[in-house]
């Protein structure tokens, strides 16, 4: 006799009072089971909604310069977002971005804007998790001279950083100075600040045709995993250029990891070259803070407090 038929018999055999309660018990076991699946429905449905609602299409517009520098930031709109709606745009601006120097001689606002879109798009899988909150990237387009050294690059950009934060600071409209607001490297024991440099573009072809069709390649090498420890080890032979991560502002009294010692004036910046097929992965290590960002930082109100500090400060310039 199998097991159905056995179990079928002895509940058949059964006091009347026993079969009683064990329909009764399996009654409420349905319900119960129907209940769960049905809010477990729902939550995925909510989930689905949620999905839904989330910005899905890149939007690149231009972005605050103290010094009106071309500088265009890349982050995510609802496809139905009306690009004129200036205040639907300020409440769906992230206020976590990167900022990406274009330091090569021929740096140009267009290419500056296909770039903040083509790393935007190209570098989402190494930047996304579940946890995270989204982002923007910023490229600002800040041509020097071929002759500039690495030294004179990195200077030049964290000088212009600096100044940038605290103009935006400044900006009068709070909740806009907050969707413009330039992050710091909150997790990061040794270095308050970050940014990347790019130092060397290889175009396809010479620049007079379309930027899209120039960036073509471009886009292609951000997401180009099997080139990327090349890029990290040998940048100069990456195919389409390479960019400068710059760390600074060190913490007050930091030390050395590896010898303990006190990291002096001269530990004060530290910076490292790669091809840009490593792009995904520095934007990648840099977004580990990113959810103590939007879980602390912004509301717990140290961001308030920065904005409403530099409010007061800037009436009483006034």
């Not at 639907?88 to 500056?112: C, H, I, K």
Request: proline share 5%; charged share 30%.
């Amino acid at each position: 006799m199998c097991h159905h038929c056995f179990d079928n018999k002895r509940l058949d055999g059964a006091p009347p009072s026993m079969r009683a309660k064990d329909v009764a018990r399996r009654r409420i076991e349905e319900a119960t089971r129907l209940e769960r699946e049905r809010a477990e429905e729902d939550e995925e449905e909510e989930e689905k909604k949620e999905k839904r609602h989330l910005p899905n299409e890149t939007f690149v517009q231009a972005a605050p310069s103290h010094d009106g520098a071309p500088t265009f930031a890349a982050y995510q709109i609802h496809d139905d977002t009306p690009e004129s709606d200036l205040s639907a745009l300020q409440a769906l601006r992230p206020p976590f971005g990167f900022v990406v120097y274009d330091t090569t001689e021929t740096a140009r606002p267009a290419r500056s804007a296909q770039l903040a879109r083509a790393l935007f798009d190209h570098t989402k899988t190494e930047r996304t998790k579940i946890r995270y909150g989204a982002d923007r990237i910023e490229v600002v387009t800040l041509p020097l001279p071929i002759t500039f050294s690495l030294n004179q690059r990195v200077e030049t950009c964290t000088r212009h950083y600096d100044a940038e934060y605290q103009s935006r600071l400044r900006i009068a409209d709070k909740a806009e100075a907050a969707s413009w607001f330039l992050a710091e490297r909150i997790m990061d024991r040794q270095f308050a600040r970050r940014a990347f440099v790019i130092d060397c573009i290889k175009e396809d072809g010479d620049g007079s045709e379309d930027e899209s069709a120039v960036m073509a390649s471009w886009k292609g090498s951000f997401s180009n995993v099997d080139q990327e420890l090349e890029a990290v080890m040998q940048p100069n032979l990456s195919n389409t250029g390479s960019f400068v991560e710059i760390n600074w502002q060190p913490r007050k009294g930091i030390w050395n990891f590896w010898n303990r010692e006190y990291c002096g004036p001269e530990d004060s910046m530290s910076s490292c070259r790669f091809g840009s097929e490593a792009f995904g992965d520095r934007f990648q290590e840099m977004r580990d803070a990113i959810e103590v960002f939007y879980n602390h930082f912004v509301p717990d109100g140290i961001l308030d407090r920065r904005l409403d500090q530099a409010g007061a400060a800037r009436i009483v310039a006034l």
